[in-house]
């Protein structure tokens, strides 16, 4: 192995020697080329450094004149640029200069705007102070003309309320008088006005009706306190009451549905205040001034016809009270029909209506009330008309009202006299509710006294009872159909008083 290693490294030796020797010739050979080379470069060499030298000869004379120009140029430019130095040195130096007067002023400026602020704010100071002074005296003047304003207020104040309490009054007196007057004014039309009024209701002659304000009737009647309400009929309430004089009245509020106006219900209370006849209840005056006309009857104590047959008021009333009744209510109507001027017809003649005094005579009340209705068929009432019971049965007719009509309800009355039952009872048989179709039917049956009051008949003499049946024919004779066919108030009174007169008579011995 040593053996090849070493070989190996002979021939390694070797062949860096031979390398070596290679490289060494190499380089020989090299150099001689060089040398070569060199040498037939230095004769090109040299020829070209001939025609260099006469190129650079050549050159040199251009470059020398050009240098020389150049020197010209860079002499004049030196020149220039010398001036130009300067002047730029020169510039530098102003602006130097410049600039230090700048600074300068600039630092005079800043030290005079320095000694300015200093000395505004100076100013400043002083100025603040001054308005701070100036703004202290101006507050110390307010205060003290606040103060004295408000002392001035307060006068003011006290002052103004002295003025105006006394302004107050003076107003206050004013309104006062302003009112007295307003007052006394309404108070004299209201005088001038119940003296018209009662100018109307008396403009008949002789000074009877009056015409009575709002507040007299509410005095009489105790502002229409329940406890003086005497009834409720078909018209409204009535209450009783008490006038000044002591005059004790029965005050009645005419509702009659549609009343006329004012006047003209003064005018038709006029003809009412001058009936006077004992048969009557007196209509004293009425009030205008409230909602409803108010009318002012006399009192009469001892209470309805209806009341005292019912009721069988004080025991009941004899045959010689009942004639008399009939008699005295007979009489009132005759008087109304035949007296009064004009004709007055009381459209409401019933037993309600008629009321009894203390000595029992009879006295007719609210007649000719539906004079006080607008006549306007469509509006009138069946009250201002009429009741049920008592109703002329022409009124369905012709809706006419006359004389004749108040003959047929009295002829219901007088049934009612005789009999002591109601106009209508709807407790009796049925074709008998209607007392004056049941009462009719019995006379043709000719057995009238089985209609009259059993306590009529109890005791009652054969005179007596004839009158009974004659009275009961005069009943039936204002109960005809036809008007015509009926007796007139006159004619009835007669017979009444003809009947009276047989019931009072003396029998004979
Ligand atoms: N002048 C008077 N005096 C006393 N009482 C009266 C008078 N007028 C009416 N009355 C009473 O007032 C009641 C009501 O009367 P009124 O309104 O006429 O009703 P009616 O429709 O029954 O007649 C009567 O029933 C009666 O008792
Ligand atoms: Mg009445």
Not at 174 to 189: D, N, S, T
Request: glycine share 8%; net charge positive; charged share 40%.
């Amino acid at each position: 192995m040593s053996e090849e290693r070493a070989k190996k490294r002979r021939t390694g030796k070797r062949e860096k020697r031979e390398g070596r020797e290679g490289r060494r010739k190499q380089k020989e050979k090299k150099e001689k080329q060089r040398e070569e080379r060199e040498e037939e470069g230095g004769k090109r060499a040299e020829k070209k450094k001939t025609e260099n030298r006469t190129v650079e000869k050549e050159e040199k004379k251009e470059r020398e004149g050009r240098g020389k120009e150049k020197k010209r140029e860079r002499r004049e430019g030196g020149i220039e640029e010398e001036e130009k130095r300067e002047e730029e040195e020169e510039t530098e130096e102003k602006e130097n200069r410049e600039r230090k007067k700048r600074d300068k002023g600039n630092k005079k400026k800043m030290r005079r705007k320095e000694e300015k602020k200093e000395e505004t704010r100076e100013e400043g100071g002083r100025r603040r102070r001054k308005r701070n002074r100036k703004k202290q005296k101006r507050e110390e003047k307010w205060r003290r003309r606040r103060n004295r304003g408000e002392e001035n207020r307060n006068e003011r104040v006290q002052f103004s309320s002295l003025t105006s309490g006394l302004g107050s009054a003076l107003v206050a007196a004013v309104i006062g008088f302003l009112l007295y007057k307003r007052h006394r004014r309404h108070k004299e039309a209201l005088a001038r006005l119940a003296r018209e009024r009662e100018e109307i209701l008396n403009s008949g002659g002789g000074k009877t009706a009056k015409v009575f304000t709002g507040k007299q009737i509410k005095k009489a009647t105790n502002n229409f306190s329940k406890d003086r309400l005497l009834g409720t009929g078909g018209f409204g309430e009535v209450y009783k009451g008490v006038l000044e004089d002591s005059t004790v009245v029965a005050v009645k509020c005419a509702k009659v549905g549609n009343t006329k106006g004012t006047d003209q219900v003064l005018n038709e209370v006029r003809i009412l205040c001058q009936v006077n006849h004992r048969g009557l209840v007196r209509l004293l005056g009425c009030c205008v001034e409230l909602e409803q006309p108010l009318l002012v009857y006399e009192y009469i104590s001892n209470g309805t016809l209806l009341e005292h047959l019912k009721g069988k008021l004080n025991g009941g009333l004899t045959w010689i009270h009942r004639l008399n009744v009939a008699r005295d209510t007979a009489e009132g109507l005759a008087y109304l029909h035949f007296s009064a001027v004009p004709p007055i017809y009381h459209r409401d003649v019933k037993s309600s209506n008629i009321l009894l005094d203390d000595k029992l005579n009879a006295k007719v009340a609210d007649f000719g009330l539906s004079r006080l209705a607008e006549t306007d068929l469509s509006h009138v009432t069946t009250c201002a008309q009429g009741t049920l019971g008592y109703l002329d049965p022409e009124y369905y007719r012709n809706y006419q009202l006359t004389d004749k009509s108040d003959v047929y309800s009295f002829g219901v009355v007088l049934l009612e006299l005789l009999t002591s039952q109601k106009a209508i009872d709807f407790n009796r048989p049925p074709d008998d509710v209607n007392l004056a179709i049941y009462v009719k039917r019995v006379v043709e049956e000719e057995r009238l006294l089985d209609a009259v009051d059993p306590d009529l008949k109890k005791g009652a003499s054969e005179m007596e009872l004839e009158t009974m049946k004659a009275l009961g024919f005069l009943a039936v004779g204002c109960l005809e159909e036809r008007r015509q066919n009926r007796p007139s108030m006159k004619e009835v009174t007669e017979e009444i008083e003809y009947i009276i007169s047989i019931a009072t008579s003396k029998p004979e011995n």
